[in-house]
T-cell receptor, first 115, second 116 residues
Framework: KAGVTQTPRYLIKTRGQQVTLSCSPI?????VSWYQQTPGQGLQFLFE???????NKGNFPGRFSGRQFSNSRSEMNVSTLELGDSALYLC??????????????FGPGTRLLVL | GNSVTQMEGPVTLSEEAFLTINCTYT??????LFWYVQYPGEGLQLLLK?????DKGSNKGFEATYRKETTSFHLEKGSVQVSDSAVYFC???????????????FGGGTRVLVKP
């Protein structure tokens, strides 16, 4: 079974621009979660999508948004980029119906650099 | 809220040495516990997991036991190799405001360097 894939792997943007990241989950997985990883803040939860609906949300500003398509693929969008948005953005997929026993499988990440 | 604390690194070892990475957690309810590993330039790989108290997760020579009485999930490996050099993250599954689904709450990560 193919793993979680993320595109692009690397991005360079300038302040004020917007960016869209893409994630394709493992076949059969209906939940996609997004995390931000930075040296200062570590790994932080952004949001989770399940069956095309945002099911959970972390503590990030509204500039961070996402969506999920009927084939479970997900996109994450960051508008009005700030220098502090430079990070590794990780996508994780899971079945979505196992509650606290759910296991999330991560993609390789998209490294975003904001100049 | 729930939280995970793990020992700060870096941890530097010689090949074939014994590795222990301490992880303790604070949680309400009955979370599952995980260890993930991150190699340079890569995403997170699931190393092992445990879903209830006294469960032992194991994989590739690594082990960790879910200890509810001490709220711990320490990672151990009896004989490390250079290829085990990576950053290790302890995590717990966490509900978000009682909603369905869950998120992972991570510790800060422990960098391990194994020298030949």
């Amino acid at each position: 079974k193919a793993g979680v894939t993320q595109t692009p792997r690397y991005l360079i943007k300038t302040r004020g621009q917007q960016v869209t990241l893409s994630c394709s989950p493992i076949s059969g997985h209906r939940s996609v979660s997004w995390y931000q990883q930075t040296p200062g803040q570590g790994l932080q939860f952004l949001f989770e999508y399940f069956s095309e609906t945002q099911r959970n949300k972390g503590n990030f500003p509204g500039r961070f948004s996402g969506r999920q398509f009927s084939n479970s693929r997900s996109e994450m969008n960051v508008s009005t980029l700030e220098l502090g948005d430079s990070a590794l953005y990780l996508c994780a997929s899971s079945l979505g119906d196992r509650g606290l026993q759910e296991t999330q499988y991560f993609g390789p990440g998209t490294r975003l650099l904001v100049l | 809220g729930n939280s995970v604390t793990q020992m700060e690194g870096p941890v530097t070892l010689s090949e074939e040495a014994f590795l222990t990475i301490n992880c303790t957690y604070t949680a309400t309810g009955y979370p599952s516990l995980f260890w993930y590993v991150q190699y340079p330039g890569e995403g997170l790989q699931l190393l092992l997991k445990a879903t209830k108290a006294d469960d032992k997760g194991s994989n590739k020579g690594f082990e960790a036991t879910y200890r509810k009485e001490t709220t711990s999930f320490h990672l151990e490996k009896g004989s490390v190799q250079v290829s085990d050099s990576a950053v290790y993250f302890c995590a717990l599954s966490d509900q978000v405001s009682g909603a369905a689904g869950n998120k992972l709450t991570f510790g800060g990560g422990t960098r391990v360097l194994v020298k030949p």
